[in-house]
């Protein structure tokens, strides 16, 4: 059934009515449900949905459905006579006693909505993030941190293994280049790496970290995460880095402290039991690294012994620049 607009006159009938132009008023500052509206009035549902069945057959409101609630506004910004009739009238309708009255107990009315969602999210703060975590992927939030990041960057994940820095850096980062020198670990991450969004590609180079796969300055970033363990000397990797690095660019290594875990040489294929973080530093500045800052991150390597007991290896976090002028 076609809706035909209410005649001017009819439209002036029904804005000639006091109780109605309160209501304008009240609803021209955002939505309210007819309750709402009512307590803003200070009056009842009853009394106030015969003067809504009117302003809403002059078409001057504008209804929204929200689960069990209809919201209303004003909608006279869409029809040119009832805004020029409104502007007319609203200066008058707001100088009126009732309206100060009114927009008081709006915001009583708006207070006590907040304070609802308030209660709601204090009683689930403790199960918020089971609940708050029934997203298909979860990538949306965290493409929110790529869109921190510069458009465009090209990262590498240098001794990638599975991938599991890979998997995080995938939605920051336009082109991550994945390298390991173990096949096999690339075809692992290849297969565990998440759907890709528009605009990101993912490349497997297989090669050494001290003759990386990579053109020089190709990179904006690189990171290498518990691989320089692995390493007998760390000088022609770190060079390697500094050389795939554009100028400016900045190089993360997340590192085991030294330990006493002898038996994940053989375990793990570790060939140094830790690196001793200042000496890495150090390594970082004559491979002609800048900025050079050590974090501690809260975090432990826990691997499992044979006896089934854990080991606790605190981990750390060096981070540094290529030179903006090389
Ligand atoms: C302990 S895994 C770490 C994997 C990944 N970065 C992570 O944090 O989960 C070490 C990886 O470094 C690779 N790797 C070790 N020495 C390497 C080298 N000289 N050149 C390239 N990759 C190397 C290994 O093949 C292995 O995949």
């Given at each position: 059934m076609t809706v035909l607009p209410a005649s001017p006159i009819e439209r002036l009938r029904v804005l000639a009515d006091a109780m109605r132009l309160r209501i304008l008023l009240l609803l021209e500052r955002g939505e309210l449900s007819v309750g709402e509206l009512a307590r803003s009035l200070g009056t009842s549902q009853s009394r106030v949905s015969n003067h809504l069945r009117l302003l809403r057959e002059a078409h001057v409101l504008r209804e929204r459905h929200e689960g069990r609630s209809t919201l209303l506004s004003l909608a006279i910004v869409d029809d040119p006579l009832a805004a020029r009739l409104w502007e007319a009238l609203r200066e008058d309708v707001a100088r009126q006693p009732e309206a100060a009255a009114d927009l008081e107990r709006r915001e009583r009315v708006l207070d006590e909505r907040r304070g609802k969602d308030g209660d709601f999210f204090d009683a689930v703060a403790g199960r918020w993030d089971k609940i708050g975590t029934?997203?298909?992927?979860?990538?949306a939030r965290e493409r929110a941190l790529g869109a921190l990041?510069?458009?465009g960057m090209v990262v590498a994940d240098l001794g990638c293994g599975t991938g599991w820095v890979s998997r995080s850096l995938c939605g920051l980062v336009s082109r991550l280049v994945c390298v390991d020198r173990s096949a096999r670990m690339l075809e692992v991450a290849a297969s565990k790496m998440p759907p890709l969004g528009a605009g990101v590609a993912v490349e497997y180079r297989r090669g050494e970290l001290d003759q990386l796969p990579i053109e020089t300055g190709e990179l904006d970033a690189a990171v290498c995460a518990m691989v320089l363990h692995h390493l007998e000397d760390l000088h022609p990797s770190l060079s390697e880095m500094r050389r795939a690095l554009r100028a400016g660019g900045a190089l993360c290594i997340v590192e085991l402290a030294p330990h006493k875990e002898a038996w994940m040489k053989d375990a793990?294929?570790?060939?140094?039991?830790?690196?001793?973080p200042r000496d890495l530093v150090e390594a970082l500045r004559r491979a002609g690294f800048e900025d050079i800052a050590l974090e501690s991150p809260n975090d432990l390597y826990r691997p499992r012994r044979d006896d089934g007991t854990r080991a606790e290896l605190p981990l750390y976090l060096v981070r540094c620049r290529k030179p903006a002028r090389d």
């Open positions: 029934d997203f298909a992927t979860g990538v990041l510069p458009r793990q294929g570790d060939l140094r039991l830790g690196i001793e």
